[in-house]
């Protein structure tokens, strides 16, 4: 073997492109097996592509930054040559040691001067004038100073009409998935309200006896997965003219983070007790928000569950996560007056909406569903 071909990997059944957001070497670099040689992102995560040869760099055939078809070459490798194992002990490079006690002295005096903001005498009077904050302003002049043009550029800038927001690459790929979804897929939604004051008393009890906050998602999540044994028509997918029911139970859980909607996955839901699902939805977000998610993290879903309760939204009508068959939108609990045999009382109530594939699951399913759903929860039959 002297030509090794290195291709876009396909991450999941659906991903067709993928964007070269790093490449780490150079035509006629060096490399070593294991060495990592470029990062990709899809709408779902970034994956480090590694070499698993050695040799070096014959060819890059993308740039950073360019959309790629997935099985496309973007690297190829000659393993004919093999780079010289450096020795294990290299030899003080004095040199080498000031400068990194130099770099320390910079570093200090960065900080100590960071908070300053630097400005021309002309900038800071026009922006008391303006009533302007030059923390918020890039300077321009020499070395960054921020300038009397910097300042009346800020100013006008913020009194225009409006200002455009790049559309990130992940944000892109999710308007074309969403896109796809509403167009391609005939969706029908049917909403059912479900009685909460035995299930958010059995969270509040789970708390006192573990001592730990548990999500109400996480407790959500398990009745949700209860439903689908019963009901495993729609924890399915949908994947070339094929319909995919699947005995393990997968739910993806929608996350907002800076970067986009993410939705990771919280795998064999119904085999796990309630305080393991809570851990590891609040594992999940943490790296979500922290854009650390890896492959396994985010594949191999069956269903969706996305709630917007903790931001008061009441009821809203999900798209589904193609490939999906279906997705349940939960909303805010809420407080109303309920006839009893003792006479009114208040309880709690949310609306769940279930979006389903009319192709595959027909209304009346998707009402047993909800109702086994409904059921669950109010009967707490976890």
């Known amino acids: 073997m002297v030509r090794v071909e290195i291709r876009v990997p396909k991450l ?3 991903q067709e492109t993928a964007i070269i957001r790093k490449i780490y070497k150079k035509v006629g670099e060096a490399v070593k097996k294991k060495e990592k040689l470029a990062t990709i992102e899809t709408m779902k995560v970034s994956y480090d592509i590694e070499s698993e040869y050695d040799g070096f760099i014959e060819d ?6 360019d959309e790629v078809p997935v099985n496309e ?3 190829i490798i000659n393993t004919e040559y093999v780079p010289a194992p450096k020795s294990k002990e290299e030899p003080l490079d004095y040199k080498k040691e000031i400068k990194v006690e130099e770099k320390r002295e910079e570093i200090l005096e960065r900080k ?4 300053i903001v630097r400005a021309m005498p002309a900038a800071r009077a026009l922006a008391r004038q303006m009533g302007v904050d030059l923390s918020k302003i890039k300077g321009t002049g020499p070395g960054g100073i921020i300038t009397v043009d910097d300042v009346k550029k800020y100013v006008e800038q913020s009194q225009k009409e409006y200002y455009v927001e790049e559309i990130t690459t992940l944000r892109k790929q999710i308007a074309d998935k969403m896109s796809k979804a509403n167009i391609e897929i005939p969706t029908a939604r049917l909403t059912i309200k479900i009685k909460m004051d035995k299930l958010l008393n059995y969270r509040k009890n789970l708390e006192e006896k ?9 407790v959500l999540i398990k009745a949700v997965a209860n439903a689908l044994k019963k009901y495993p028509k729609l924890n399915s997918l949908s994947i070339k003219n094929e319909w995919r029911i699947y005995n393990k139970i997968n739910i993806a859980v929608a ?3 800076k970067q986009g909607l993410v939705t990771p996955v919280i795998k064999d839901v119904d085999k796990k007790e309630i305080l393991e699902i809570s851990d590891e939805l609040e594992r999940l977000q943490t790296k979500a928000e922290a854009n650390e998610l890896s492959l396994e993290d985010v594949t191999g879903s069956t269903f969706t569950v996305t709630n917007l309760g903790p931001y008061n939204i009441i009821q809203f009508d999900p798209i589904i996560n193609y490939p999906q068959i279906a997705i349940l939108a939960i909303g805010s609990y809420f407080k109303e007056f309920e006839l009893q045999q003792e006479g009114l009382i208040i309880s709690n109530f949310s609306y769940f909406t279930l979006a389903f594939d009319h192709r595959y699951i027909d209304g009346y ?10 059921k669950i929860i109010e009967n707490l039959e976890f």
């Open 73 to 75: 070459v973007l690297i």
């Open 255 to 257: 996350v907002q983070t």
């Open 60 to 65: 890059i055939k993308f740039k950073e930054n």
């Open 365 to 374: 399913d998707a009402a047993l569903f909800l109702n086994e759903l409904k």
């Open 210 to 218: 573990y001592s730990k906050k548990i999500s109400l998602t996480a």
């Open 12 to 14: 999941d059944e659906i």
């Open 112 to 115: 100590r001067t960071e908070e």
